[in-house]
């Protein structure tokens, strides 16, 4: 049973760089062929998907977000990081780290989530 758990602060102050924690146990963020990303939900609005890291080590992003979004991975701790910079309170959102897998069938490639952490509510704030 794979786990994720996010950890991080709840409150940043706007400007500030927000910086999370995905700790990953149950298997490894290198093993084929996995992703793992990083998606928020502010208050009253829907899930939006901000960047992942491939069992690779690639990386890709939200086009919205790539200047001010990284994610980065500590193989030997089986933790992958968020960073977001610049925040404004807009960014205040629930925050998950969640895996998922990409299949190729008939009708194309298709995406499938199967592991979510519980999320971790963050305010920015001054």
């Known amino acids: 049973q794979v786990q994720l758990q996010e950890s991080g ?3 940043v102050k706007p400007s500030q760089t927000l910086s999370l924690t995905c700790t990953v146990s149950g298997g490894f963020i290198t093993t084929n062929y996995y992703y793992w990303s990083w998606i928020r939900q502010p ?3 829907g899930l939006e998907w901000m960047g992942a890291l491939a069992y690779s080590g690639s990386t ?3 086009p919205s977000l790539k200047s001010r979004t990284s994610i980065s991975r500590d193989t030997s701790k089986n933790q ?6 610049s925040v404004t309170p807009e960014d205040t959102a629930v ?5 998922y ?3 190729l069938a008939e009708t194309g490639w ?11 509510q963050v305010t920015v704030s001054s």
């Open 43 to 45: 208050p009253g609005k």
């Open 60 to 62: 890709y992003y939200s």
């Open 101 to 103: 897998s990409l299949t």
């Open 9 to 11: 602060p709840g409150l």
């Open 95 to 99: 925050y998950f780290c969640a895996r």
């Open 80 to 85: 992958f990081t968020l960073q977001l910079s």
């Open 110 to 120: 298709t995406i499938k989530y199967d592991y979510w952490g519980q999320g971790t």
